[in-house]
């Protein structure tokens, strides 16, 4: 049963992805909508997965379906090494490397601000 759970949260994670490459197209090369995916998953991963719902004593298999199905299907490393991959392939080297900084520091800033929200609401 797990894996339909995941498979059905998933699905919706993916389609999310997909629309926001659609409607956020690479601006002079530069890949934003597989940008804003990783980030969006990012923050709801740390801050409604692995808080909200694990405070609130969520059932384990929605929470097993919004983390590792929706979030999973969301955010996408195989699209961020494709996408970089492309970058260095069209010898536009500064875009890569500001992808990646953008990528890897930007998905640290968006775990730590679900992080710190919590903190927020729970001292409050």
Not at 45 to 52: D, G, M
Request: with cysteine.
């Amino acid at each position: 049963m797990n894996y339909v759970v995941v498979a059905f949260f998933a699905f919706f994670g993916g389609i999310l992805r997909y629309w926001l490459g659609i409607e956020l197209p690479k601006i002079d090369l530069f890949p934003i909508g597989t940008l804003i995916a990783n980030y969006l998953g990012c923050f709801l991963f740390s801050w409604l997965v692995k808080h909200i719902m694990v405070d609130r004593d969520v059932n384990g298999r929605l929470i097993l379906g919004v983390g590792t199905g929706f979030c999973g299907g969301l955010t996408t490393f195989s699209s961020f090494a494709l996408d970089a991959v492309q970058l260095v392939q069209q010898q536009a080297y500064g875009l890569a490397f500001l992808y990646l900084a953008a990528s890897i520091i930007g998905g640290l800033f968006f775990v730590w601000l679900g992080e710190v929200i919590v903190r927020r609401r729970v001292s409050e």
